[in-house]
């Protein structure tokens, strides 16, 4: 079903009325971008005193599909409607009606990832797609389980805030939904009940570090003792099927001589095996349903050589993995937050190999992790990929959604500020950022009208982005949350600065891929 067609096929002015009508009832404001039509219904969501609200006008031969939803139902000149609340059963019921609403794999051009902590950030991600062209499909829902665990929300929260935002935004041009950083059989299963449409499998813990500088005899050694039985293979099988290989990658010869062959399985070895298991149980657990699945190996400590990544393609491939994009560590340094630090002719040169690998050994994409602020590498990074890129960004909307927070409630930006100067030194323990607190100015010191601009400090920058996790769930002795219910209610009751803000911000992103 098209909708633009069926709304085009339907009496416009009679359907307007009977929404004012609804609407006129219940003093309610309608998102204007929310009303979609289909052949059973009018949709529509509203801004109410308590809340948004999902309003559904029902064909009368029709009426049956209210049963799908919860809500208070009336009626109006003959016409069945409902009022209902943005719950989870509401969610999936709308996603079934429509089905623009639902997640679903991403097609081979380039995609973009949105991380939304709080979950109101979508209708300004739809914002900036549309200020681009829209030419890039968006991951609306797209949150790590570490992400989830430190902000307090289930997979299924994850998912619906996008469904709710997209309908809200009225963006009916496909969205995918990203479970992101998987480590375990677990987590896959709970993401994959969800819904779920993107899996990417981190398997870094598994990924030794020491290959790259261990001397001969240890790396040996390591060698002997890879997991095997899991690979399926055997020392003497790989090397013979391997080793002194010349691969050419579009004219360009990568070696794998003994020595590199052996640093590159006592690295990523495991990696693959556990790769291989982890997509093994995804393909057991979601039951048919298409997938993308992603590879992610960015969050290791040393870069991924060429012939690195050759190794873990082909051994992915041989042990039957299908995968539709691969994040490798890439040089330099992808801090939290800030831009890129590093050689930009060294990046320049990295992700060229890497994306010639990507088309000879797939084609897939590849996958620009911690993507968000890396301005200086958007141009580059769209060049060589050639329109096979995925760009993820995580925690700079909830940069904006302080920003937005700055200008409109200084008291409260404040605190959260003074709060994740508190947090930093342990929060930071499992990110790569590099600020110093005594750099990050004091909160004291600083005008109101000033606060936003410590967005733009790289020492507060990074200190908020990692602090996000205490700030959201920071509970007073009551139980009663410190900040995160205070800065929904104030990004609810703001939706066009906090938009604004979003759009602004990742035009910048977007505009470099946008067209390719
Ligand atoms: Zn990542």
């Known amino acids: ?42 949709w529509a969501m509203a801004r109410t005193p ?26 109006h000149g003959g016409e069945p409607f409902l009022v209902g609340p943005l719950t989870a059963r509401n969610a999936a019921a709308l996603r079934c009606h429509l089905r623009w609403l639902e997640p679903r794999p991403l097609p081979p051009a380039t995609s973009a990832g949105f991380g939304d902590r709080l979950g109101l950030a979508t209708p300004g991600h739809v914002r900036a797609l549309r200020a681009v062209g829209g030419t890039i499909t968006p991951v609306f829902a797209q949150q790590s389980i570490r992400e989830m665990t430190r902000t307090a929300r289930s997979p299924q929260a994850v998912i619906d805030d996008a469904t709710w935002g997209s309908f809200e935004a009225g963006w009916q041009a496909g969205q995918g939904a990203d479970a992101d950083h ?130 873990v393609a082909s051994e992915l491939r041989r042990l039957g993995v299908r995968w539709a994009s691969l994040a490798p560590r890439f040089v330099g340094r992808f801090e939290k937050g800030v831009d890129y630090i590093g050689d930009l002719a060294a990046f320049d040169a990295d992700i060229r190999v890497h994306a010639a690998i990507a088309r000879v050994f797939g084609p897939y994409k590849i996958s620009l ?102 700030v959201l769930t920071a509970r007073h002795a009551d139980g009663s949350p410190v900040f995160a219910g205070t800065m929904q209610s104030i990004l609810r009751a703001h939706p066009d600065v906090y938009a604004a803000c979003l759009e602004r911000h990742f035009v910048r992103h977007l505009r470099p891929f946008a067209g390719r």
């Open 1 to 42: 079903m098209n909708a633009t067609t069926e709304s085009d096929r339907r009496d416009e002015t009679a359907r307007e009325a009977r929404l004012a009508q609804v609407l006129d009832r219940s003093g309610f404001v309608l998102h204007p971008a929310s009303r979609a039509a289909s052949d059973a219904a009018d």
């Open 50 to 75: 308590a809340g948004a609200r999902l309003l559904i006008v029902a064909a009368v031969p029709q009426a049956d599909l209210l049963d799908d939803f919860d809500g208070e139902r009336g009626e």
């Open 182 to 311: 998987l480590k375990t059989p677990g987590d896959i299963t709970a993401c994959a009940a969800a819904g779920f449409t993107m899996f990417t499998l981190d398997p870094g813990e598994h990924v030794n570090r020491d290959a790259d500088s261990a001397p001969p005899g240890a790396l040996r050694e390591a060698w002997e003792a890879l997991p095997w039985d899991r690979l399926e293979d055997s020392p003497a099988a790989m090397r013979a099927r391997l080793a002194g290989r010349a691969f050419d990658i579009e004219g360009q010869a990568v070696h794998l001589d003994e020595g590199t062959l052996l640093k590159a399985a006592v690295k990523y070895g495991r990696a693959v095996a556990h790769v291989t298991a982890m997509y093994r149980h995804l393909c057991a657990v979601i039951g048919g349903r298409p997938f993308d699945l992603e590879v992610s190996v960015d969050e290791t400590d040393t870069p991924t050589a060429p012939a690195e990544h050759i190794f």
């Open 369 to 470: 992790h911690s993507g968000s602020d890396k301005f200086s590498l958007y141009e580059t990074a769209a060049r060589h990929t050639r329109g096979l890129i995925h760009l993820k960004t995580a925690g700079t909307s909830y940069l904006e959604a302080l920003r937005a927070i700055a200008r409109v409630s200084p008291d409260l930006f404040r605190s959260i500020y003074a709060f994740s100067r508190g947090r930093y030194e342990d929060d930071r323990a499992s990110y790569h950022v590099s600020a110093a607190l005594a750099s990050a100015p004091e909160p004291g010191g600083i005008a109101d009208a000033d606060l936003p601009s410590l967005l733009e400090d790289f020492h507060a920058r990074q200190v908020l982005h990692v602090t996000f996790g205490s």
